[in-house]
């Protein structure tokens, strides 16, 4: 089936108010405007060095997400154009954001990253941490960022069962957040969670935004790269 159709068949199982990042990572330009053609905007990559080839050959209209992990010594590369960052997972790169934003005269939009799956080596915040960084003086300082939301991704298994109960803590300490410490942060307002395999029940369970690759680009072939 093509990306038109595919696109069309995604966009269908989601409701208005979620948003759609169609991930492009791994693919080559020409699919890449397939989508564009059919109207998408909002693209997601995850790798530095690719994402600034294709915001630089592709049309400057395209909303780029950064969706992967990001190493600070990078963040200067994507600080110009990025629109949102979808995994904060330290101290150190949020200021390092901010720093960069600052450069660029930018505010940039981040999500922070929440580890809810059972694999040990997922990057990213406890819910415990999570509230004591958003709390603390030095992020509270950062004039260059905005904490939009938050972002996390379930265990890769096919036990329904417990991606719902994962994407469950999410959006309980999404939404004590934003009832209680973040309150009067009206922009704290995504939960990106949901991929391929479980963006309906990430939906079902209170996400506003998608990550969707696979199913619309079809499957990746990580062969091809360098
Ligand atoms: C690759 C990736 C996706 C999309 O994965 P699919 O299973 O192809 O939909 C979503 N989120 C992140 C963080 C990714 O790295």
């Known amino acids: 089936m093509s ?3 595919q696109l069309a068949n995604v966009k269908k199982n989601i409701p208005e108010h979620v948003t759609l990042v169609a991930v492009s990572k791994t693919k080559p330009d020409e699919e890449l405007m397939q989508a564009y053609d059919a109207g998408q905007r909002i693209l997601g990559e995850n790798k530095v060095q690719e994402l600034v080839g294709k915001y630089e ?3 400057k209209d395209i909303v780029w997400h950064m969706i992967g992990h990001l190493q600070s010594n990078k963040v200067k590369f994507i600080a110009p154009f990025v629109s949102l960052i979808h995994a904060v997972d330290s101290p ?5 954001i901010n720093k960069e934003a600052k450069k660029n005269n930018r505010v940039i939009d981040c999500l922070v990253q929440l ?3 059972d694999e040990s080596t997922k990057f990213g915040f406890s819910p415990e941490e999570v509230e004591e960084f958003l709390k603390s003086d ?3 300082s950062f004039e260059n960022i905005r904490i939009v939301g938050l972002m996390g991704m379930a265990t890769f298994t096919n036990d329904t069962d417990q991606i719902r109960s994962e994407f469950g803590v ?3 300490t999404f939404d004590s957040l934003k009832n209680d410490l973040l309150k009067d942060q009206a922009e704290f307002s995504t939960l990106s969670m949901g991929m391929s395999g ?3 029940i990430a939906i079902e369970a209170g996400s506003t935004m998608v990550r969707v690759g696979s199913t619309i ?3 990746r072939n990580y062969n091809n790269l360098g």
């Open 92 to 96: 150190k790169l949020l200021k390092e």
């Open 170 to 172: 999410l959006k309980q």
């Open 217 to 219: 680009f079809g499957a």
């Open 138 to 140: 030095q992020v509270k």
């Open 3 to 5: 990306i038109q159709n």
């Open 115 to 117: 580890h809810i799956a």
């Open 57 to 59: 050959r592709l049309p």
């Open 198 to 200: 479980d963006y309906q």
